[in-house]
């Protein structure tokens, strides 16, 4: 099965097994893949390989909570993972009409990146950069980390070895440069994709309500008789 590989790394972390605490950017291209870290992630992915959500195109889960990107091939094997900075204000819904402000004009309660599904492509942002336009209505995007504002440590940010300081941008996901060079930008150039963005506030079954179909259920305690008193 093509989800295989996502269902071992799910059951060994139900199993008790413990996944690391923070993945550092990786790929099989760059010789090598480190496990991610966010198992509600590798359980998104595999409710979307199960029911095709993805249509056959690649796909993304970005996990805000554990600031993780995972990146999936059409066939739904995981291609790399890495850390990722986010909006700085915690929540899931885009404040109305902020895609059409300027960046000074957003105040901070409204740096939200928004969770849901969303179809993605890769185009061109201001300066001259290329972006996976994620929410292109909302100007939230996936794209190279931006470092010109040195006070902020972005690079920083994204090595160090817990996603509390990740909540950063305005809304938009950075990556590692190299990671979206050589593995978002060429997986996702084609035809774009699928990415998928859990939420931290509201409750998951809001936004993917058939994903609960497929999460293992705990098992069931025997009934015991109650004794009378």
Request: with cysteine.
């Amino acid at each position: 099965m093509r989800n295989g590989a996502i269902w071992a790394l799910v059951a060994l972390a139900l199993a008790g097994a413990t996944l690391p605490a923070r993945a550092e950017p990786g790929s099989i291209e760059n010789g090598g893949m480190h496990h991610p870290s966010s198992l509600g992630g590798l359980q998104l992915a595999n409710w979307t390989v199960a029911t095709g959500d993805n249509g056959d195109m690649p796909f993304i889960v970005i996990d805000k909570v554990a600031a993780e990107v995972l990146v999936f091939d059409a066939q739904g094997l995981l291609q790399g993972t890495t850390p990722a900075l986010l909006g700085i204000a915690h929540g899931d819904d885009a404040t109305p009409g902020v895609g059409d402000r300027e960046l000074n004009e957003i105040g901070p309660a409204e740096k939200t990146t928004p969770a849901g599904r969303f179809l993605a492509r890769i185009g061109p942002a201001k300066g001259g950069k290329t972006v996976l336009w994620v929410d292109f209505a909302d100007s939230v995007a996936l794209h190279a980390v931006v470092t010109s504002n040195k006070a902020e440590r972005r690079l920083a940010r994204l090595k160090s070895p817990t996603p509390e300081d990740n909540r950063i941008t305005f809304g938009c996901i950075n990556v590692p440069a190299a990671f979206f060079k050589g593995l978002v930008h060429p997986l996702f150039a084609d035809k774009g994709g699928v990415v998928y963005i859990l939420p931290e506030k509201r409750e998951l079954a809001e936004l993917f309500p058939a994903f609960y179909m497929f999460m293992p259920r705990p098992p069931q305690s025997p009934l015991r008789p109650v004794e009378a008193p």
